[in-house]
Protein backbone atom coordinates (compact mmCIF):
# COMPACT_ATOMS: atom_id res chain seq x y z
CA UNK A 1 0.00 0.00 0.00
CA UNK A 2 1.17 3.04 -1.32
CA UNK A 3 -1.16 6.16 -0.84
CA UNK A 4 -4.22 7.06 1.01
CA UNK A 5 -6.80 5.88 -0.98
CA UNK A 6 -5.18 2.28 -1.00
CA UNK A 7 -5.37 2.49 3.21
CA UNK A 8 -8.82 3.79 3.57
CA UNK A 9 -10.16 1.19 0.97
CA UNK A 10 -7.81 -1.43 2.79
CA UNK A 11 -9.45 -0.32 5.87
CA UNK A 12 -12.78 -0.39 4.97
CA UNK A 13 -12.27 -4.45 4.21
CA UNK A 14 -10.21 -5.70 7.33
CA UNK A 15 -12.09 -3.45 9.90
CA UNK A 16 -15.08 -3.84 11.54
CA UNK A 17 -16.93 -0.87 10.68
CA UNK A 18 -18.35 0.78 13.87
CA UNK A 19 -17.17 3.90 13.20
CA UNK A 20 -17.86 6.56 9.97
CA UNK A 21 -14.15 8.01 9.80
CA UNK A 22 -13.04 11.19 7.82
CA UNK A 23 -10.90 10.59 4.09
CA UNK A 24 -7.75 10.69 6.09
CA UNK A 25 -4.78 8.63 7.28
CA UNK A 26 -2.74 10.44 10.05
CA UNK A 27 0.94 9.53 9.88
CA UNK A 28 2.88 11.77 12.36
CA UNK A 29 2.29 14.44 15.06
CA UNK A 30 3.93 17.22 16.36
CA UNK A 31 3.23 19.92 18.72
CA UNK A 32 -0.31 20.45 18.54
CA UNK A 33 -0.93 19.54 14.87
CA UNK A 34 -1.34 16.45 12.88
CA UNK A 35 -0.37 15.54 9.34
CA UNK A 36 -1.50 12.80 7.71
CA UNK A 37 0.20 10.62 4.47
CA UNK A 38 0.39 13.19 1.96
CA UNK A 39 1.72 15.65 4.29
CA UNK A 40 -1.42 18.12 5.06
CA UNK A 41 -1.01 19.71 8.41
CA UNK A 42 -4.07 19.84 10.73
CA UNK A 43 -4.49 21.43 14.09
CA UNK A 44 -6.22 19.35 16.28
CA UNK A 45 -8.34 21.12 18.34
CA UNK A 46 -10.27 16.47 19.27
CA UNK A 47 -6.97 16.02 20.96
CA UNK A 48 -8.15 12.05 20.04
CA UNK A 49 -11.27 13.02 22.28
CA UNK A 50 -9.20 14.79 25.05
CA UNK A 51 -6.52 12.00 25.26
CA UNK A 52 -3.36 13.71 24.12
CA UNK A 53 -2.85 16.54 26.50
CA UNK A 54 0.81 17.09 26.30
CA UNK A 55 -0.09 16.88 22.34
CA UNK A 56 2.28 15.29 20.01
CA UNK A 57 5.86 13.98 20.28
CA UNK A 58 6.76 15.54 23.68
CA UNK A 59 10.19 14.70 24.07
CA UNK A 60 10.30 13.80 27.70
CA UNK A 61 7.11 11.97 27.32
CA UNK A 62 8.48 9.75 24.28
CA UNK A 63 12.13 9.42 26.42
CA UNK A 64 10.22 7.81 29.30
CA UNK A 65 8.08 5.13 27.45
CA UNK A 66 11.31 4.14 25.23
CA UNK A 67 13.21 3.93 28.49
CA UNK A 68 10.32 1.26 30.10
CA UNK A 69 10.53 -0.84 26.95
CA UNK A 70 14.03 -1.21 27.00
CA UNK A 71 13.69 -2.23 30.57
CA UNK A 72 9.84 -4.25 30.49
CA UNK A 73 6.52 -4.09 29.15
CA UNK A 74 4.62 -6.62 30.77
CA UNK A 75 4.35 -8.59 34.19
CA UNK A 76 0.60 -9.39 34.71
CA UNK A 77 -0.78 -8.76 38.25
CA UNK A 78 0.39 -11.41 39.91
CA UNK A 79 3.86 -9.47 40.61
CA UNK A 80 4.33 -5.95 42.03
CA UNK A 81 6.10 -3.74 39.05
CA UNK A 82 8.29 -0.57 40.20
CA UNK A 83 5.93 2.04 37.39
CA UNK A 84 2.31 1.12 38.68
CA UNK A 85 3.63 1.55 42.04
CA UNK A 86 5.02 5.01 41.69
CA UNK A 87 2.01 6.01 39.59
CA UNK A 88 -0.80 4.98 42.01
CA UNK A 89 1.34 6.81 44.37
CA UNK A 90 1.07 10.13 42.74
CA UNK A 91 -2.08 9.71 41.79
CA UNK A 92 -3.02 9.04 45.76
CA UNK A 93 -1.35 11.56 46.61
CA UNK A 94 -2.79 14.53 44.39
CA UNK A 95 -6.56 13.83 44.73
CA UNK A 96 -6.38 12.47 48.18
CA UNK A 97 -8.37 9.11 47.75
CA UNK A 98 -7.16 6.08 48.83
CA UNK A 99 -6.56 3.32 46.06
CA UNK A 100 -5.92 2.91 42.57
CA UNK A 101 -6.76 0.14 40.26
CA UNK A 102 -5.49 0.57 36.42
CA UNK A 103 -7.34 -0.35 34.06
CA UNK A 104 -6.97 -0.55 29.86
CA UNK A 105 -9.75 2.17 29.12
CA UNK A 106 -11.94 4.47 30.82
CA UNK A 107 -15.25 2.16 30.11
CA UNK A 108 -13.43 -0.63 31.84
CA UNK A 109 -12.58 2.38 34.45
CA UNK A 110 -16.47 2.62 35.00
CA UNK A 111 -17.15 -0.97 35.46
CA UNK A 112 -14.74 -1.40 38.57
CA UNK A 113 -16.31 2.09 39.75
CA UNK A 114 -19.56 0.06 39.60
CA UNK A 115 -18.36 -3.18 41.05
CA UNK A 116 -16.76 -1.36 43.84
CA UNK A 117 -20.03 0.21 44.78
CA UNK A 118 -22.36 -2.44 44.30
CA UNK A 119 -19.94 -4.80 46.44
CA UNK A 120 -20.19 -2.05 49.47
CA UNK A 121 -24.06 -2.46 49.66
CA UNK A 122 -24.03 -5.51 49.11
CA UNK A 123 -21.62 -6.42 52.44
CA UNK A 124 -24.15 -4.07 54.17
CA UNK A 125 -26.70 -6.16 53.29
CA UNK A 126 -26.60 -9.22 50.73
CA UNK A 127 -30.58 -9.51 50.48
CA UNK A 128 -31.14 -6.54 47.88
CA UNK A 129 -30.52 -6.08 43.95
CA UNK A 130 -29.12 -3.50 43.92
CA UNK A 131 -29.38 -0.11 41.25
CA UNK A 132 -27.82 2.93 40.48
CA UNK A 133 -28.78 6.18 39.58
CA UNK A 134 -27.56 8.03 36.70
CA UNK A 135 -28.33 11.06 34.78
CA UNK A 136 -30.00 11.85 31.98
CA UNK A 137 -27.60 12.47 29.11
CA UNK A 138 -24.72 10.64 30.23
CA UNK A 139 -21.47 8.87 28.89
CA UNK A 140 -19.74 6.45 30.32
CA UNK A 141 -18.72 4.11 27.96
CA UNK A 142 -19.63 1.37 25.60
CA UNK A 143 -19.44 -2.03 27.35
CA UNK A 144 -22.85 -3.81 28.90
CA UNK A 145 -21.87 -2.11 32.65
CA UNK A 146 -20.99 0.97 31.63
CA UNK A 147 -24.06 1.51 28.64
CA UNK A 148 -26.35 0.63 31.96
CA UNK A 149 -25.50 4.07 33.36
CA UNK A 150 -25.36 6.15 29.88
CA UNK A 151 -28.52 8.38 29.67
CA UNK A 152 -28.88 7.60 26.33
CA UNK A 153 -31.47 4.99 25.05
CA UNK A 154 -30.18 5.08 21.43
CA UNK A 155 -26.72 3.86 22.83
CA UNK A 156 -28.72 1.36 24.80
CA UNK A 157 -31.09 -0.13 22.66
CA UNK A 158 -30.40 -3.67 21.26
CA UNK A 159 -27.54 -4.06 23.89
CA UNK A 160 -28.91 -3.43 27.47
CA UNK A 161 -32.40 -4.83 28.56
CA UNK A 162 -34.22 -2.10 30.33
CA UNK A 163 -34.22 -4.13 33.14
CA UNK A 164 -30.35 -3.82 33.49
CA UNK A 165 -30.22 -0.54 33.31
CA UNK A 166 -30.16 2.26 35.59
CA UNK A 167 -32.74 4.79 37.06
CA UNK A 168 -32.09 7.29 35.34
CA UNK A 169 -32.36 11.28 36.22
CA UNK A 170 -32.27 15.00 34.80
CA UNK A 171 -28.55 16.48 35.58
CA UNK A 172 -28.20 18.98 37.88
CA UNK A 173 -31.94 18.46 39.05
CA UNK A 174 -31.05 17.09 42.89
CA UNK A 175 -34.83 17.29 44.16
CA UNK A 176 -35.67 14.68 41.49
CA UNK A 177 -32.67 12.61 42.01
CA UNK A 178 -33.19 12.64 46.04
CA UNK A 179 -37.22 11.57 44.64
CA UNK A 180 -35.77 7.99 42.63
CA UNK A 181 -33.64 6.98 45.62
CA UNK A 182 -34.47 3.88 47.38
CA UNK A 183 -33.12 1.29 49.90
CA UNK A 184 -32.12 -0.24 46.88
CA UNK A 185 -29.90 2.71 45.96
CA UNK A 186 -26.16 1.51 46.09
CA UNK A 187 -24.77 4.56 44.15
CA UNK A 188 -25.22 7.77 42.45
CA UNK A 189 -22.55 8.61 39.12
CA UNK A 190 -22.60 11.22 36.84
CA UNK A 191 -20.10 13.33 34.67
CA UNK A 192 -18.42 16.43 36.48
CA UNK A 193 -18.89 18.13 32.77
CA UNK A 194 -20.87 15.96 30.82
CA UNK A 195 -19.14 15.71 27.84
CA UNK A 196 -20.92 13.15 25.07
CA UNK A 197 -24.00 15.13 26.02
CA UNK A 198 -22.71 18.40 24.99
CA UNK A 199 -20.89 19.88 27.46
CA UNK A 200 -22.39 20.98 30.37
CA UNK A 201 -20.91 21.89 34.04
CA UNK A 202 -22.55 20.72 37.02
CA UNK A 203 -23.87 23.12 39.21
CA UNK A 204 -21.91 23.49 42.47
CA UNK A 205 -25.11 23.20 44.51
CA UNK A 206 -26.11 19.48 42.71
CA UNK A 207 -22.73 18.32 43.68
CA UNK A 208 -22.79 19.43 46.98
CA UNK A 209 -26.06 17.84 47.12
CA UNK A 210 -25.03 14.57 45.50
CA UNK A 211 -22.58 14.49 48.47
CA UNK A 212 -24.82 15.14 51.39
CA UNK A 213 -27.31 12.76 50.51
CA UNK A 214 -24.60 9.95 49.34
CA UNK A 215 -23.32 10.19 53.21
CA UNK A 216 -26.89 10.47 54.77
CA UNK A 217 -27.91 7.43 52.98
CA UNK A 218 -24.60 5.51 52.81
CA UNK A 219 -24.05 5.31 49.57
CA UNK A 220 -21.62 5.63 47.18
CA UNK A 221 -20.88 8.59 45.04
CA UNK A 222 -19.18 8.00 41.91
CA UNK A 223 -17.26 10.88 39.70
CA UNK A 224 -16.66 9.86 36.04
CA UNK A 225 -13.84 12.28 34.95
CA UNK A 226 -12.62 10.39 32.57
CA UNK A 227 -12.93 13.52 29.86
CA UNK A 228 -13.15 16.38 31.86
CA UNK A 229 -10.30 15.12 34.64
CA UNK A 230 -6.46 15.50 34.35
CA UNK A 231 -6.37 19.08 34.17
CA UNK A 232 -8.87 19.87 31.38
CA UNK A 233 -10.95 22.13 33.32
CA UNK A 234 -8.46 23.83 35.00
CA UNK A 235 -7.66 21.82 37.94
CA UNK A 236 -6.02 18.28 38.11
CA UNK A 237 -9.44 16.79 38.65
CA UNK A 238 -12.71 18.78 37.86
CA UNK A 239 -14.42 18.28 41.37
CA UNK A 240 -11.80 20.41 43.21
CA UNK A 241 -13.01 22.84 41.71
CA UNK A 242 -16.02 22.59 43.69
CA UNK A 243 -14.96 21.00 46.76
CA UNK A 244 -16.71 17.54 46.24
CA UNK A 245 -14.90 14.47 47.11
CA UNK A 246 -16.16 11.37 45.35
CA UNK A 247 -16.30 8.17 47.16
CA UNK A 248 -15.09 6.95 43.97
CA UNK A 249 -13.20 8.51 40.59
CA UNK A 250 -12.71 6.91 37.55
CA UNK A 251 -9.71 8.53 35.14
CA UNK A 252 -8.69 7.71 31.30
CA UNK A 253 -8.15 9.55 28.37
CA UNK A 254 -5.57 12.68 29.56
CA UNK A 255 -4.16 9.80 32.19
CA UNK A 256 -1.68 8.15 29.86
CA UNK A 257 -1.51 10.81 27.23
CA UNK A 258 -2.29 8.20 24.01
CA UNK A 259 -1.18 5.31 25.82
CA UNK A 260 -3.91 3.30 26.56
CA UNK A 261 -4.82 3.10 30.21
CA UNK A 262 -7.61 3.82 32.88
CA UNK A 263 -8.37 4.13 36.52
CA UNK A 264 -10.56 3.72 39.62
CA UNK A 265 -9.50 5.59 42.70
CA UNK A 266 -11.20 4.90 46.16
CA UNK A 267 -11.73 6.83 48.87
CA UNK A 268 -11.87 5.65 52.45
CA UNK A 269 -15.48 4.13 52.29
CA UNK A 270 -15.09 1.93 49.47
CA UNK A 271 -10.69 1.09 50.19
CA UNK A 272 -12.17 -2.42 50.85
CA UNK A 273 -14.87 -3.14 49.40
CA UNK A 274 -13.23 -5.03 46.56
CA UNK A 275 -10.68 -7.89 48.42
CA UNK A 276 -8.78 -10.26 46.19
CA UNK A 277 -10.70 -12.59 43.36
CA UNK A 278 -13.11 -9.59 43.41
CA UNK A 279 -11.63 -7.77 40.31
CA UNK A 280 -8.82 -8.35 37.98
CA UNK A 281 -7.05 -7.57 34.66
CA UNK A 282 -4.02 -9.03 32.51
CA UNK A 283 -2.75 -6.01 31.51
CA UNK A 284 -4.09 -2.97 33.94
CA UNK A 285 -1.45 -1.71 35.53
CA UNK A 286 1.77 -3.28 33.14
CA UNK A 287 4.95 -1.58 33.37
CA UNK A 288 4.32 0.19 30.19
CA UNK A 289 0.86 1.65 31.04
CA UNK A 290 2.05 2.85 34.19
CA UNK A 291 5.36 4.70 33.19
CA UNK A 292 3.19 6.38 31.15
CA UNK A 293 1.27 7.39 33.40
CA UNK A 294 3.77 8.38 36.10
CA UNK A 295 5.56 10.50 33.92
CA UNK A 296 2.91 12.70 32.68
CA UNK A 297 2.18 13.59 36.52
CA UNK A 298 5.42 14.33 36.55
CA UNK A 299 5.02 16.38 33.48
CA UNK A 300 1.93 18.44 34.48
CA UNK A 301 3.88 19.51 37.05
CA UNK A 302 6.66 20.30 35.97
CA UNK A 303 4.89 22.35 33.17
CA UNK A 304 2.93 23.95 35.54
CA UNK A 305 0.09 22.86 33.11
CA UNK A 306 -2.88 23.43 35.05
CA UNK A 307 -2.04 26.84 35.46
CA UNK A 308 -1.45 27.43 31.79
CA UNK A 309 -4.79 25.72 31.16
CA UNK A 310 -6.81 28.26 33.44
CA UNK A 311 -4.88 31.16 31.39
CA UNK A 312 -5.84 29.57 27.88
CA UNK A 313 -8.92 28.22 28.72
CA UNK A 314 -10.07 32.32 29.88
CA UNK A 315 -8.63 33.28 26.50
CA UNK A 316 -10.83 30.39 24.13
CA UNK A 317 -13.94 31.77 26.27
CA UNK A 318 -13.94 34.68 25.88
CA UNK A 319 -13.02 34.07 21.67
CA UNK A 320 -15.96 31.33 21.74
CA UNK A 321 -18.18 33.97 23.14
CA UNK A 322 -17.29 36.83 20.49
CA UNK A 323 -17.79 34.01 17.77
CA UNK A 324 -21.08 33.28 19.91
CA UNK A 325 -22.05 36.89 19.36
CA UNK A 326 -21.09 37.25 15.81
CA UNK A 327 -23.54 34.48 14.29
CA UNK A 328 -27.21 34.06 15.09
CA UNK A 329 -26.94 30.11 14.52
CA UNK A 330 -24.89 29.72 17.66
CA UNK A 331 -26.99 29.33 20.71
CA UNK A 332 -25.38 28.72 23.40
CA UNK A 333 -21.91 28.74 24.49
CA UNK A 334 -20.83 26.30 27.83
CA UNK A 335 -17.81 24.88 29.40
CA UNK A 336 -14.77 25.98 31.59
CA UNK A 337 -10.91 25.30 31.01
CA UNK A 338 -10.24 23.51 27.67
CA UNK A 339 -13.35 21.77 27.77
CA UNK A 340 -15.82 23.70 25.90
CA UNK A 341 -18.63 23.43 23.83
CA UNK A 342 -20.77 25.70 21.24
CA UNK A 343 -24.39 24.66 20.28
CA UNK A 344 -25.87 25.58 17.09
CA UNK A 345 -29.38 25.61 15.74
CA UNK A 346 -28.75 22.97 13.41
CA UNK A 347 -26.65 19.68 12.56
CA UNK A 348 -23.00 20.88 12.95
CA UNK A 349 -21.50 17.96 11.10
CA UNK A 350 -20.81 20.01 7.83
CA UNK A 351 -19.13 22.70 9.48
CA UNK A 352 -16.93 19.86 11.63
CA UNK A 353 -16.18 18.87 7.62
CA UNK A 354 -15.90 22.05 6.01
CA UNK A 355 -12.91 22.79 8.89
CA UNK A 356 -11.40 19.44 8.33
CA UNK A 357 -10.78 20.76 4.85
CA UNK A 358 -9.16 23.75 5.71
CA UNK A 359 -6.96 21.79 8.42
CA UNK A 360 -8.46 22.01 11.40
CA UNK A 361 -9.73 18.90 13.50
CA UNK A 362 -13.18 19.43 15.80
CA UNK A 363 -15.43 17.13 17.05
CA UNK A 364 -18.68 17.24 17.81
CA UNK A 365 -20.95 16.21 21.15
CA UNK A 366 -24.09 15.40 20.01
CA UNK A 367 -25.54 16.33 16.32
CA UNK A 368 -25.60 19.96 17.31
CA UNK A 369 -22.47 20.87 19.13
CA UNK A 370 -19.15 21.39 18.55
CA UNK A 371 -16.98 20.22 20.96
CA UNK A 372 -13.60 21.93 22.20
CA UNK A 373 -10.90 19.58 23.93
CA UNK A 374 -7.69 20.53 22.46
CA UNK A 375 -4.22 19.08 23.75
CA UNK A 376 -3.41 20.95 27.12
CA UNK A 377 -0.84 22.81 25.93
CA UNK A 378 -2.10 24.96 22.77
CA UNK A 379 -1.30 28.48 22.97
CA UNK A 380 -3.47 31.89 22.26
CA UNK A 381 -1.89 32.03 18.91
CA UNK A 382 -3.34 28.44 18.44
CA UNK A 383 -6.58 29.50 19.58
CA UNK A 384 -6.57 32.73 16.91
CA UNK A 385 -5.74 30.22 14.12
CA UNK A 386 -8.80 27.90 15.24
CA UNK A 387 -11.17 30.58 15.44
CA UNK A 388 -10.10 32.40 11.66
CA UNK A 389 -10.82 28.57 10.31
CA UNK A 390 -13.62 28.07 11.89
CA UNK A 391 -15.44 31.69 10.99
CA UNK A 392 -14.57 30.99 7.22
CA UNK A 393 -15.78 26.91 7.71
CA UNK A 394 -19.42 28.53 9.40
CA UNK A 395 -19.75 31.45 6.61
CA UNK A 396 -19.20 28.91 3.71
CA UNK A 397 -21.77 26.41 5.44
CA UNK A 398 -24.42 28.75 6.09
CA UNK A 399 -23.88 30.15 2.57
CA UNK A 400 -24.24 26.39 1.35
CA UNK A 401 -27.63 25.89 3.96
Same mark, same amino acid.
Given at each position: MNNMQEYMETAEKVILKTYNRFPMVLEKGEGVCLYDMEGKRYLDF???????????????????????????????????????????????????????????????????????????????????EYEFIAMDHSFHGRSQGALSVTGNAHYQEGFVPVGMRAVFAEFNNLEQVVSRITDRTCGIICEVVQGEGGIYPADPAFLTGLRKICDEKDILLIFDEVQCGMGRCGSLFAHDLYGVKPDVMALAKG??????????? %? @?????? *? +??? !??????? #?? $?????????????????????????????????????????????????????????????? %? @?????? *? +??? !??????? #?? $???????????????????????????????AVS
Open positions: GAGIAVSALGYSNREFKEALKDQIDLLIHTSNLYYNKPAVEAAKKITEASGMEKVFFTNSGTEAIEGALKAARKYAYLKDPSKLGCGVPVGAFV %V @GKKADG *A +LVP !GDHGTTY #GG $NPFAAAAVSKVFDLFESMNLVSHVKEVGDYLYDKLEELKDSFPLITDHRGMGLMQGLEFDLP %V @GPIVKE *A +LSR !GLLLISA #GA $NVIRFVPPLVITEKDVDEMISILKEAIIEQS
